[in-house]
RNA sequence: GGCGAGAUCGCAUAGUGGUCUAGUGCAGCCGCCUUGAAAGCGGCCAGGUGUAACAGCCUCCAGGGUUCGAAUCCCUGUCUCGCCGCCA
Protein backbone atom coordinates (compact mmCIF):
# COMPACT_ATOMS: atom_id res chain seq x y z
CA UNK A 1 0.00 0.00 0.00
CA UNK A 2 1.19 3.82 -0.68
CA UNK A 3 0.69 6.45 1.49
CA UNK A 4 -2.85 8.04 0.96
CA UNK A 5 -1.70 11.38 1.51
CA UNK A 6 0.12 10.75 -1.91
CA UNK A 7 -3.60 10.88 -3.74
CA UNK A 8 -3.98 13.91 -2.50
CA UNK A 9 -0.53 15.37 -2.87
CA UNK A 10 1.06 13.99 -5.65
CA UNK A 11 -1.76 12.40 -8.32
CA UNK A 12 0.42 12.87 -11.22
CA UNK A 13 3.70 11.21 -9.79
CA UNK A 14 1.01 8.00 -9.12
CA UNK A 15 -0.65 8.37 -12.56
CA UNK A 16 3.24 8.25 -14.11
CA UNK A 17 3.92 5.22 -12.04
CA UNK A 18 1.41 3.39 -13.60
CA UNK A 19 1.65 4.34 -17.66
CA UNK A 20 5.41 3.51 -16.73
CA UNK A 21 3.67 0.05 -15.51
CA UNK A 22 1.42 -0.12 -18.43
CA UNK A 23 -1.38 -0.26 -15.79
CA UNK A 24 -4.51 1.72 -15.66
CA UNK A 25 -4.73 5.15 -15.16
CA UNK A 26 -8.08 5.33 -14.33
CA UNK A 27 -7.33 3.95 -10.97
CA UNK A 28 -6.06 6.94 -9.90
CA UNK A 29 -9.17 8.74 -10.81
CA UNK A 30 -11.03 6.38 -8.67
CA UNK A 31 -8.70 6.27 -5.71
CA UNK A 32 -9.23 10.42 -5.35
CA UNK A 33 -13.47 10.20 -5.60
CA UNK A 34 -13.21 7.24 -3.26
CA UNK A 35 -10.98 9.56 -0.79
CA UNK A 36 -13.47 12.13 -1.36
CA UNK A 37 -16.30 9.72 -0.50
CA UNK A 38 -14.62 8.41 2.15
CA UNK A 39 -13.23 11.99 3.55
CA UNK A 40 -17.36 12.95 3.43
CA UNK A 41 -18.98 9.69 5.35
CA UNK A 42 -16.40 10.13 8.10
CA UNK A 43 -17.29 13.95 8.60
CA UNK A 44 -20.82 13.02 9.06
CA UNK A 45 -20.66 9.99 11.30
CA UNK A 46 -18.05 12.11 13.45
CA UNK A 47 -20.83 14.63 13.65
CA UNK A 48 -23.77 12.36 14.57
CA UNK A 49 -21.19 10.37 17.06
CA UNK A 50 -20.89 14.17 18.81
CA UNK A 51 -24.22 14.67 19.12
CA UNK A 52 -25.20 11.22 20.81
CA UNK A 53 -22.57 11.33 23.40
CA UNK A 54 -23.97 15.17 24.15
CA UNK A 55 -27.40 13.36 24.13
CA UNK A 56 -26.11 10.34 26.42
CA UNK A 57 -24.64 12.80 29.09
CA UNK A 58 -28.48 14.67 28.93
CA UNK A 59 -30.20 11.20 29.54
CA UNK A 60 -27.83 10.06 32.46
CA UNK A 61 -28.59 13.58 34.53
CA UNK A 62 -32.06 13.30 33.48
CA UNK A 63 -35.04 13.79 35.88
CA UNK A 64 -37.66 11.00 35.79
CA UNK A 65 -40.23 13.30 34.00
CA UNK A 66 -37.77 14.51 31.14
CA UNK A 67 -36.14 11.71 30.81
CA UNK A 68 -38.86 9.75 28.25
CA UNK A 69 -38.53 12.55 26.17
CA UNK A 70 -35.04 12.84 25.39
CA UNK A 71 -34.62 9.03 25.43
CA UNK A 72 -37.23 8.91 22.47
CA UNK A 73 -34.95 11.40 21.05
CA UNK A 74 -32.14 9.86 21.65
CA UNK A 75 -33.52 6.44 20.05
CA UNK A 76 -33.75 8.32 16.78
CA UNK A 77 -30.49 9.45 16.93
CA UNK A 78 -29.09 6.29 17.04
CA UNK A 79 -31.15 5.55 14.45
CA UNK A 80 -29.15 7.52 11.92
CA UNK A 81 -25.67 7.12 13.75
CA UNK A 82 -26.07 3.28 12.69
CA UNK A 83 -26.88 4.51 8.90
CA UNK A 84 -23.97 7.05 8.73
CA UNK A 85 -21.67 4.18 10.40
CA UNK A 86 -22.65 1.93 7.50
CA UNK A 87 -22.03 4.21 4.89
CA UNK A 88 -18.83 5.03 6.67
CA UNK A 89 -18.08 1.77 6.56
CA UNK A 90 -19.13 0.76 2.88
CA UNK A 91 -16.81 3.76 1.89
CA UNK A 92 -13.47 2.84 3.71
CA UNK A 93 -14.19 -0.62 2.44
CA UNK A 94 -14.10 0.41 -1.27
CA UNK A 95 -11.20 2.96 -0.73
CA UNK A 96 -9.24 0.11 0.81
CA UNK A 97 -10.07 -2.40 -1.90
CA UNK A 98 -8.59 0.20 -4.46
CA UNK A 99 -5.25 1.20 -2.54
CA UNK A 100 -4.78 -3.02 -2.22
CA UNK A 101 -5.02 -2.93 -6.12
CA UNK A 102 -2.49 -0.15 -6.45
CA UNK A 103 1.02 -1.48 -6.84
CA UNK A 104 3.93 0.25 -5.47
CA UNK A 105 4.93 3.32 -7.35
CA UNK A 106 8.26 2.61 -9.58
CA UNK A 107 11.12 4.79 -9.38
CA UNK A 108 11.10 7.19 -12.09
CA UNK A 109 14.30 6.06 -13.65
CA UNK A 110 13.23 2.10 -14.44
CA UNK A 111 13.23 1.07 -17.65
CA UNK A 112 9.76 0.94 -19.51
CA UNK A 113 8.29 -2.13 -20.56
CA UNK A 114 8.00 -5.54 -20.02
CA UNK A 115 9.80 -8.89 -19.80
CA UNK A 116 11.57 -8.51 -22.53
CA UNK A 117 12.55 -5.02 -22.08
CA UNK A 118 15.05 -5.49 -19.04
CA UNK A 119 18.51 -3.88 -19.15
CA UNK A 120 21.60 -5.54 -18.93
CA UNK A 121 23.60 -3.64 -16.69
CA UNK A 122 26.76 -6.05 -16.01
CA UNK A 123 28.31 -8.81 -17.19
CA UNK A 124 30.76 -11.04 -14.95
CA UNK A 125 32.79 -13.80 -15.89
CA UNK A 126 32.91 -15.36 -19.74
CA UNK A 127 31.15 -18.88 -20.06
CA UNK A 128 33.38 -21.65 -21.46
CA UNK A 129 34.10 -22.48 -24.51
CA UNK A 130 33.30 -25.96 -24.68
CA UNK A 131 33.33 -25.97 -29.02
CA UNK A 132 37.40 -25.63 -28.05
CA UNK A 133 37.55 -28.28 -25.27
CA UNK A 134 35.95 -30.48 -27.95
CA UNK A 135 32.70 -31.45 -25.80
CA UNK A 136 29.21 -30.89 -26.09
CA UNK A 137 28.59 -30.13 -22.34
CA UNK A 138 25.40 -32.05 -21.29
CA UNK A 139 22.68 -30.56 -19.19
CA UNK A 140 22.08 -30.53 -15.99
CA UNK A 141 19.43 -33.29 -15.64
CA UNK A 142 21.65 -35.86 -17.65
CA UNK A 143 24.61 -35.19 -15.58
CA UNK A 144 22.16 -35.24 -12.50
CA UNK A 145 21.28 -38.95 -13.45
CA UNK A 146 25.12 -39.77 -14.18
CA UNK A 147 25.83 -38.79 -10.63
CA UNK A 148 22.95 -39.89 -9.20
CA UNK A 149 22.54 -36.39 -7.84
CA UNK A 150 18.84 -35.95 -9.27
CA UNK A 151 15.93 -38.42 -9.55
CA UNK A 152 12.73 -36.77 -11.73
CA UNK A 153 10.41 -39.98 -12.16
CA UNK A 154 10.52 -41.09 -8.42
CA UNK A 155 9.99 -37.65 -7.84
CA UNK A 156 7.32 -37.19 -10.70
CA UNK A 157 5.99 -41.24 -9.03
CA UNK A 158 5.80 -39.26 -5.71
CA UNK A 159 4.46 -36.01 -5.99
CA UNK A 160 4.12 -35.35 -9.69
CA UNK A 161 5.11 -33.28 -12.33
CA UNK A 162 8.08 -30.24 -11.24
CA UNK A 163 8.96 -32.39 -8.21
CA UNK A 164 12.33 -34.35 -7.99
CA UNK A 165 14.40 -36.06 -5.58
CA UNK A 166 18.16 -35.50 -4.36
CA UNK A 167 19.72 -37.88 -3.79
CA UNK A 168 23.06 -38.94 -2.75
CA UNK A 169 25.74 -36.40 -4.22
CA UNK A 170 22.75 -33.64 -4.71
CA UNK A 171 21.67 -34.11 -1.24
CA UNK A 172 24.76 -33.28 0.10
CA UNK A 173 25.34 -30.53 -2.86
CA UNK A 174 22.33 -28.86 -1.69
CA UNK A 175 23.43 -29.41 2.24
CA UNK A 176 27.05 -27.74 1.44
CA UNK A 177 25.32 -24.67 -0.62
CA UNK A 178 23.31 -23.86 2.06
CA UNK A 179 26.07 -24.40 4.59
CA UNK A 180 27.94 -21.79 2.56
CA UNK A 181 25.17 -19.47 1.99
CA UNK A 182 24.45 -19.07 5.61
CA UNK A 183 28.79 -18.97 6.18
CA UNK A 184 28.79 -15.68 4.08
CA UNK A 185 25.62 -14.20 5.06
CA UNK A 186 26.96 -14.06 8.74
CA UNK A 187 29.91 -12.27 7.57
CA UNK A 188 27.37 -9.76 5.99
CA UNK A 189 25.81 -9.32 9.47
CA UNK A 190 22.93 -11.14 8.81
CA UNK A 191 20.88 -12.82 11.16
CA UNK A 192 19.94 -16.70 10.49
CA UNK A 193 16.57 -17.66 10.58
CA UNK A 194 14.74 -20.33 10.25
CA UNK A 195 10.97 -19.83 9.05
CA UNK A 196 7.65 -20.93 9.00
CA UNK A 197 7.05 -21.71 5.60
CA UNK A 198 3.12 -21.47 6.13
CA UNK A 199 1.51 -18.22 6.64
CA UNK A 200 -2.01 -16.31 7.12
CA UNK A 201 -3.78 -14.73 5.20
CA UNK A 202 -2.74 -11.01 6.46
CA UNK A 203 0.99 -12.20 5.61
CA UNK A 204 0.63 -13.28 2.53
CA UNK A 205 -1.14 -10.31 1.24
CA UNK A 206 0.82 -7.81 3.08
CA UNK A 207 3.41 -8.73 1.26
CA UNK A 208 1.01 -8.48 -1.81
CA UNK A 209 1.40 -11.65 -2.63
CA UNK A 210 -2.65 -12.36 -2.96
CA UNK A 211 -2.81 -9.77 -6.16
CA UNK A 212 -1.74 -10.43 -9.58
CA UNK A 213 0.51 -13.18 -8.70
CA UNK A 214 -2.27 -14.93 -6.45
CA UNK A 215 -3.15 -18.05 -8.93
CA UNK A 216 0.93 -19.15 -8.00
CA UNK A 217 0.57 -19.55 -4.44
CA UNK A 218 -1.06 -22.80 -3.20
CA UNK A 219 -3.65 -22.43 -0.62
CA UNK A 220 -4.77 -24.98 2.09
CA UNK A 221 -8.77 -24.29 2.34
CA UNK A 222 -9.55 -26.26 5.44
CA UNK A 223 -6.78 -24.45 7.86
CA UNK A 224 -7.04 -20.95 5.33
CA UNK A 225 -3.18 -20.82 5.51
CA UNK A 226 -1.12 -20.68 2.13
CA UNK A 227 2.35 -22.08 1.54
CA UNK A 228 4.94 -19.25 0.79
CA UNK A 229 7.05 -18.85 -2.46
CA UNK A 230 9.96 -16.85 -1.09
CA UNK A 231 10.68 -16.80 3.15
CA UNK A 232 10.25 -13.17 2.71
CA UNK A 233 6.60 -13.51 3.24
CA UNK A 234 7.97 -14.87 6.81
CA UNK A 235 10.12 -12.31 7.45
CA UNK A 236 8.11 -9.12 6.28
CA UNK A 237 5.06 -10.68 8.48
CA UNK A 238 7.60 -11.55 11.49
CA UNK A 239 7.60 -7.24 12.82
CA UNK A 240 3.79 -6.98 11.50
CA UNK A 241 2.32 -4.07 13.85
CA UNK A 242 5.44 -3.39 15.35
CA UNK A 243 7.40 -0.22 16.37
CA UNK A 244 10.47 -0.83 15.59
CA UNK A 245 13.71 0.71 17.30
CA UNK A 246 15.31 3.47 14.76
CA UNK A 247 18.94 3.42 16.18
CA UNK A 248 18.47 -1.01 15.34
CA UNK A 249 18.15 -0.14 11.17
CA UNK A 250 18.76 -1.54 9.24
CA UNK A 251 17.98 -5.28 10.11
CA UNK A 252 19.23 -7.41 8.28
CA UNK A 253 18.06 -11.33 8.45
CA UNK A 254 18.59 -14.49 6.48
CA UNK A 255 16.11 -16.98 6.52
CA UNK A 256 16.39 -20.61 5.07
CA UNK A 257 12.90 -22.55 4.05
CA UNK A 258 11.39 -24.48 1.19
CA UNK A 259 9.59 -22.69 -1.33
CA UNK A 260 6.27 -23.44 -2.92
CA UNK A 261 5.00 -22.33 -6.16
CA UNK A 262 2.55 -23.63 -8.77
CA UNK A 263 3.79 -22.42 -11.63
CA UNK A 264 0.23 -21.60 -13.28
CA UNK A 265 0.25 -20.45 -16.22
CA UNK A 266 4.06 -21.83 -17.38
CA UNK A 267 2.79 -25.24 -18.45
CA UNK A 268 5.33 -26.48 -20.74
CA UNK A 269 8.11 -24.04 -20.07
CA UNK A 270 11.26 -25.55 -18.85
CA UNK A 271 9.96 -28.89 -18.11
CA UNK A 272 13.06 -30.62 -18.27
CA UNK A 273 14.66 -31.38 -14.94
CA UNK A 274 14.66 -29.26 -12.21
CA UNK A 275 14.33 -25.63 -13.23
CA UNK A 276 11.35 -24.65 -12.56
CA UNK A 277 9.69 -26.88 -9.98
CA UNK A 278 6.66 -26.20 -7.73
CA UNK A 279 9.20 -26.83 -4.32
CA UNK A 280 12.69 -25.71 -3.85
CA UNK A 281 14.47 -24.35 -0.38
CA UNK A 282 16.10 -21.35 -0.37
CA UNK A 283 18.42 -18.68 1.59
CA UNK A 284 16.68 -15.86 1.19
CA UNK A 285 17.99 -12.18 2.58
CA UNK A 286 15.68 -9.47 4.05
CA UNK A 287 16.10 -5.91 5.24
CA UNK A 288 14.17 -3.40 7.09
CA UNK A 289 16.08 0.06 6.99
CA UNK A 290 14.86 3.67 6.78
CA UNK A 291 13.26 4.97 3.53
CA UNK A 292 16.15 7.06 2.71
CA UNK A 293 18.76 4.08 2.97
CA UNK A 294 16.53 2.13 0.88
CA UNK A 295 18.40 2.53 -2.41
CA UNK A 296 21.73 1.79 -0.93
CA UNK A 297 20.69 -1.04 0.94
CA UNK A 298 19.36 -2.39 -2.48
CA UNK A 299 22.95 -2.30 -4.00
CA UNK A 300 24.53 -3.64 -1.53
CA UNK A 301 22.56 -6.68 -1.48
CA UNK A 302 23.24 -6.85 -5.16
CA UNK A 303 26.70 -6.96 -4.26
CA UNK A 304 26.07 -9.41 -1.71
CA UNK A 305 24.66 -11.86 -4.61
CA UNK A 306 27.15 -10.38 -7.40
CA UNK A 307 29.63 -11.61 -5.33
CA UNK A 308 28.50 -15.19 -4.01
CA UNK A 309 27.40 -16.08 -7.61
CA UNK A 310 30.94 -15.16 -8.60
CA UNK A 311 32.39 -17.12 -5.88
CA UNK A 312 30.92 -20.37 -7.20
CA UNK A 313 32.51 -19.55 -10.57
CA UNK A 314 29.37 -19.11 -12.27
CA UNK A 315 29.34 -16.46 -15.53
CA UNK A 316 26.83 -13.98 -15.21
CA UNK A 317 24.69 -10.95 -15.81
CA UNK A 318 22.73 -8.43 -13.78
CA UNK A 319 19.52 -7.14 -15.12
CA UNK A 320 17.52 -4.13 -13.70
CA UNK A 321 14.27 -5.78 -14.75
CA UNK A 322 11.72 -3.45 -16.88
CA UNK A 323 8.71 -1.69 -14.93
CA UNK A 324 6.13 -3.93 -16.50
CA UNK A 325 7.43 -6.95 -15.06
CA UNK A 326 7.99 -5.51 -11.45
CA UNK A 327 5.36 -7.20 -9.51
CA UNK A 328 2.73 -5.55 -7.02
CA UNK A 329 5.09 -4.40 -4.57
CA UNK A 330 8.74 -3.95 -6.04
CA UNK A 331 9.48 -0.20 -7.13
CA UNK A 332 12.65 -1.71 -8.50
CA UNK A 333 14.27 -4.91 -9.39
CA UNK A 334 17.73 -6.36 -10.34
CA UNK A 335 18.08 -10.11 -11.54
CA UNK A 336 21.01 -12.18 -11.80
CA UNK A 337 20.81 -14.29 -15.06
CA UNK A 338 23.52 -17.21 -14.88
CA UNK A 339 25.05 -18.47 -18.16
CA UNK A 340 23.36 -22.50 -18.70
CA UNK A 341 25.71 -24.16 -21.09
CA UNK A 342 23.34 -26.54 -22.40
CA UNK A 343 20.40 -23.69 -23.45
CA UNK A 344 23.65 -21.16 -24.41
CA UNK A 345 21.88 -18.43 -22.68
CA UNK A 346 20.93 -16.60 -19.39
CA UNK A 347 18.52 -17.47 -16.73
CA UNK A 348 17.80 -16.46 -13.74
CA UNK A 349 19.04 -17.55 -10.11
CA UNK A 350 19.06 -14.44 -8.03
CA UNK A 351 16.21 -11.63 -7.69
CA UNK A 352 16.64 -8.58 -5.62
CA UNK A 353 13.62 -6.01 -4.69
CA UNK A 354 13.05 -2.64 -3.11
CA UNK A 355 9.53 -2.64 -2.12
CA UNK A 356 10.00 0.80 -0.32
CA UNK A 357 7.48 0.98 2.18
CA UNK A 358 4.74 -0.57 0.25
CA UNK A 359 4.90 -4.25 2.41
CA UNK A 360 5.81 -1.95 5.64
CA UNK A 361 2.62 -0.32 5.52
CA UNK A 362 0.32 -2.92 4.37
CA UNK A 363 1.93 -5.14 7.24
CA UNK A 364 1.46 -2.20 9.69
CA UNK A 365 5.76 -1.92 10.59
CA UNK A 366 6.94 1.25 11.64
CA UNK A 367 9.86 2.66 13.97
CA UNK A 368 10.48 5.23 15.89
CA UNK A 369 12.44 7.60 14.88
CA UNK A 370 14.20 10.77 16.48
CA UNK A 371 11.61 13.46 15.19
CA UNK A 372 8.64 10.63 15.98
CA UNK A 373 7.29 7.24 14.13
CA UNK A 374 7.73 6.74 10.37
CA UNK A 375 7.98 4.33 7.88
CA UNK A 376 10.29 1.65 7.15
CA UNK A 377 11.58 0.41 3.86
CA UNK A 378 11.61 -3.93 2.89
CA UNK A 379 14.21 -5.44 0.82
CA UNK A 380 14.49 -8.95 -0.27
CA UNK A 381 16.83 -10.75 -2.38
CA UNK A 382 17.99 -14.17 -3.02
CA UNK A 383 21.14 -15.59 -1.90
CA UNK A 384 20.99 -18.89 -3.12
CA UNK A 385 17.40 -20.69 -4.78
CA UNK A 386 19.20 -24.51 -4.57
CA UNK A 387 17.62 -26.10 -7.77
CA UNK A 388 18.61 -23.06 -9.99
CA UNK A 389 22.20 -23.16 -8.01
CA UNK A 390 23.24 -26.89 -8.67
CA UNK A 391 22.31 -26.53 -12.29
CA UNK A 392 24.80 -23.80 -12.99
CA UNK A 393 27.20 -25.44 -10.77
CA UNK A 394 26.80 -29.02 -12.73
CA UNK A 395 26.75 -27.66 -16.13
CA UNK A 396 29.29 -24.69 -16.03
CA UNK A 397 31.86 -27.47 -14.22
CA UNK A 398 31.34 -30.47 -15.78
CA UNK A 399 33.72 -32.23 -17.46
CA UNK A 400 33.79 -35.04 -20.84
CA UNK A 401 33.52 -38.02 -18.45
CA UNK A 402 30.44 -36.47 -16.81
CA UNK A 403 32.18 -35.41 -13.88
CA UNK A 404 32.07 -32.04 -11.92
CA UNK A 405 34.78 -29.77 -10.50
CA UNK A 406 33.20 -28.73 -7.01
CA UNK A 407 33.87 -25.12 -6.38
CA UNK A 408 36.44 -24.65 -4.46
CA UNK A 409 34.77 -22.06 -1.42
CA UNK A 410 32.13 -25.51 -1.26
CA UNK A 411 34.71 -28.04 -1.00
CA UNK A 412 35.16 -27.32 2.60
CA UNK A 413 31.34 -28.24 3.07
CA UNK A 414 31.39 -31.19 1.33
CA UNK A 415 34.31 -32.60 3.20
CA UNK A 416 37.00 -31.56 0.74
CA UNK A 417 35.78 -33.46 -2.01
CA UNK A 418 36.82 -31.84 -5.11
CA UNK A 419 35.41 -33.32 -7.73
CA UNK A 420 31.46 -35.15 -8.12
CA UNK A 421 31.71 -38.40 -9.67
CA UNK A 422 29.49 -40.93 -11.89
C1' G B 1 -9.00 -33.46 20.02
C1' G B 2 -11.44 -32.57 25.33
C1' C B 3 -12.03 -29.38 29.71
C1' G B 4 -10.89 -24.85 32.29
C1' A B 5 -8.80 -19.73 32.88
C1' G B 6 -7.40 -15.39 30.54
C1' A B 7 -6.38 -10.96 26.71
C1' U B 8 -6.96 -3.14 29.31
C1' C B 9 -2.01 2.76 26.49
C1' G B 10 6.46 -0.66 27.11
C1' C B 11 5.75 -4.00 31.82
C1' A B 12 2.40 -4.84 36.06
C1' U B 13 -2.41 -3.88 37.47
C1' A B 14 -7.60 -1.17 38.72
C1' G B 15 -11.99 -0.85 36.47
C1' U B 16 -19.33 -5.48 36.55
C1' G B 17 -23.96 -0.33 32.02
C1' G B 18 -23.59 6.75 31.95
C1' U B 19 -19.08 10.19 36.68
C1' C B 20 -13.83 6.13 31.54
C1' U B 21 -12.19 12.28 28.34
C1' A B 22 -9.57 4.69 31.12
C1' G B 23 -7.02 5.31 37.27
C1' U B 24 -2.49 3.62 39.79
C1' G B 25 2.58 1.52 40.26
C1' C B 26 7.19 0.34 37.68
C1' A B 27 10.37 1.42 33.68
C1' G B 28 11.75 5.52 30.33
C1' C B 29 12.46 10.96 29.12
C1' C B 30 13.03 16.29 30.76
C1' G B 31 13.83 19.71 34.75
C1' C B 32 14.95 21.13 40.04
C1' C B 33 18.21 19.67 43.95
C1' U B 34 23.58 17.50 44.06
C1' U B 35 30.89 17.92 43.15
C1' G B 36 28.70 13.40 40.70
C1' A B 37 25.02 9.76 41.55
C1' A B 38 20.94 7.87 44.38
C1' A B 39 16.77 9.50 47.00
C1' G B 40 13.22 13.38 46.94
C1' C B 41 10.20 17.00 44.21
C1' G B 42 7.76 18.83 39.52
C1' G B 43 6.50 17.77 34.46
C1' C B 44 6.17 14.45 30.10
C1' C B 45 5.27 9.46 28.76
C1' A B 46 0.05 4.33 23.44
C1' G B 47 -1.47 4.43 18.49
C1' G B 48 -4.52 6.10 14.36
C1' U B 49 -7.04 10.02 11.91
C1' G B 50 -7.14 15.09 11.46
C1' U B 51 -5.13 20.37 11.72
C1' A B 52 -0.83 25.60 9.73
C1' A B 53 -1.08 24.53 14.96
C1' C B 54 -5.02 23.44 18.30
C1' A B 55 -9.62 21.09 18.62
C1' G B 56 -12.39 17.00 17.30
C1' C B 57 -13.05 11.83 16.27
C1' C B 58 -11.54 6.45 16.54
C1' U B 59 -9.03 2.31 19.15
C1' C B 60 -9.71 -1.45 26.13
C1' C B 61 -7.63 -8.89 21.17
C1' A B 62 -11.01 -9.14 16.46
C1' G B 63 -15.96 -9.35 14.33
C1' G B 64 -21.12 -9.35 15.28
C1' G B 65 -25.30 -8.41 18.84
C1' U B 66 -28.29 -6.17 23.10
C1' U B 67 -28.97 -0.85 24.66
C1' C B 68 -30.66 5.95 24.09
C1' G B 69 -25.61 4.66 25.91
C1' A B 70 -20.70 -1.02 26.32
C1' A B 71 -13.76 -1.76 28.59
C1' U B 72 -18.14 -3.63 31.39
C1' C B 73 -23.74 -7.81 29.23
C1' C B 74 -24.52 -11.80 25.04
C1' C B 75 -22.61 -14.68 20.58
C1' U B 76 -18.61 -16.14 17.28
C1' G B 77 -13.53 -16.20 16.17
C1' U B 78 -8.17 -15.56 17.19
C1' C B 79 -4.27 -15.93 20.44
C1' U B 80 -2.05 -17.06 25.38
C1' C B 81 -1.81 -20.05 29.83
C1' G B 82 -3.08 -24.67 32.70
C1' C B 83 -4.73 -29.86 32.91
C1' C B 84 -5.98 -34.44 30.04
C1' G B 85 -5.31 -37.25 25.35
C1' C B 86 -2.10 -37.93 21.03
C1' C B 87 2.74 -37.11 19.12
C1' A B 88 8.42 -35.81 16.44
Known amino acids: MIDPKLIRTDPDRLRRAQEARGESV ?3 DQLIQADEN ?3 AIARSEALRAQQKDLGRQVAKATPDTRTALLAQAKQLAEQVKEAEVATGLAEAQFTDLMMALPNPVFEDVPRGGED ?3 VIEAVGVPRDFAAEGFAPRDHLELGEML ?4 MDRG ?16 LLELALTQYAVSRALEWGFTPMIVPSLVKPSAMDGTGFLGQAAEDVYHLPDDDLYLVGTSEVAMAAYHSDEILDADKLPLRYMGYSPCFRREAGSYGKDTRGIFRVHWFDKVEMFVYCRPEDSEAEHLAILDFEKSFISSLGIPFQVLEVAAGDLGLSAARKFDCYGWVPSQERYR ?21 YADGIGPVATLNGTLCAMTRMIIMILENNQNPDG ?8 RPFLGGREVLTP
Open 403 to 410: SVRVPEVL
Open 156 to 171: AKVSGSRFYFLTGQGA
Open 117 to 119: DAV
Open 38 to 40: RRD
Open 348 to 368: EITSTSNCTGFQSRRLNVRAR
Open 26 to 28: ELI
Open 148 to 151: GAID
